[in-house]
């Protein structure tokens, strides 16, 4: 028995030996096998065995679960040590036929609508805890380093607006409004009509009482609405504002996207896309589909242009803001650890390592360039009065 667990351990280590570029230890059971030449990065103490046959049917799947049980714990800094891990997310294996209803859900908007509220229908309380007081979950902008997250969060929402080249009087729609800080920002700002729409029960109930709060109720609204449905708005916006949604599209519907934009601009009309962006089109994160955003999609660059130009928008600048998500993950991962009793009182110990892991493991694929993070800005055909050169 001792020499079957002994043989299935070095077949465990044998499949560690592929990632080497950073060198690193495994210790199970009072022994240590070094990984790559060097000294250690980080130290991997494990608990349990992992199977190579869990490894080999999907790596992310495999770990992440052993992290989420307690099977699995990094010795030092958790984000150093996945920092160090997974640049060489090349090497992760994901190929068992098992995966493909887990990577290839329905696009239906029943069940998107239902992938989309298991995310960010965990709860408002929740996410108060570690995002910042502006409630934007996505990439903030830091113009220097003592930029704070909240400064870099209004950053951000500033950034967006000035590219949109808003004036007072104009109309605003935003897709995927979250919980309303840009399109509270545009109305008090530049005095547009602005509406935002969401498939999240939390964001919209959060947003109205913003808006409410904010004695905003003649110039904003807010819409429980898919964006399939924007017809349904009966009005043609001067500009549209997509923030970290199209990623919950899928492949399948990025055309039915843009269109949906297209029908909802009025010509000549400027759209600003900001989104988590791949090089190449790929299916996704094993783990990544399963625990945190069922059915998410990152889309590469070169597709959503493509859409883009099949519509007649013209791109008129495409910016990559991939570090600036790096460190927006960092500080909500600092922020979550600052909360952590908090949250243990709301969830289970496996929802906190999860989470944690969730938004080190985020950190360290941007700063690998595992992913990036693009501002897309368009016209719907030709407009020519815009500055000539990058005004914002």
Known sequence: ??????????????????????????????HEDKIGEGTPAF????????????L???????????????????????????????????????GAPALKKLLFTSSSKKNQQK???????????FYRLWLDETMNYSCAYFKSPEDSLYQAQVNKTDYILEKLALKEGMSLLDIGCGW??????????????????????????GCKERIRREGLEDLIRVELL??????????????????????????????????????ALKPGGVFLLHFISSLQEHAGDPWIKKYIFPGGVVPSLREMVY????????VLDVENLRNHYNRTLLCWADNFRAHKEEVRTMFDEEFVRMWELYLCSCAATFHNGVIDLHQVLATKGVNNDLPLVRWY
């Open 56 to 94: 080999a049917s999907s790596t992310s799947l495999a770990l992440g679960e052993a992290y989420m049980r307690g099977d699995l714990e990094i010795e030092g800094d958790l984000y150093q040590a996945l920092d160090h891990f997974l640049g060489q997310m090349s090497r992760f294996e994901a």
């Open 43 to 54: 130290v991997v103490n494990l608990k349990r065995q992992i199977p190579v046959k869990e």
């Open 1 to 30: 028995m001792e020499i079957a667990m002994l043989i299935k351990e070095r077949a465990m280590v044998h499949f560690f030996d592929r990632f080497s570029d950073h060198p690193f230890v495994i210790r199970m059971d009072g």
């Open 115 to 125: 992938e989309v509220c298991s995310h960010y229908d965990i709860g408002n309380d």
């Open 307 to 314: 859409y883009l130009g099949e519509q007649n928008f013209h």
């Open 180 to 205: 309303g800080f840009l399109i509270l920002r545009a109305a008090k700002r530049y005095g547009v009509k602005a509406t935002g729409i969401t498939l999240s029960r939390e964001q919209y109930e």
């Open 226 to 263: 898919d964006y399939r449905d924007v017809e349904h708005l009966e009005t043609a916006f001067d500009r549209v504002v997509s923030v970290g949604m199209v990623e919950h599209v899928g492949r399948d519907n990025y055309e039915q996207f843009i269109r949906c934009v297209d029908r």
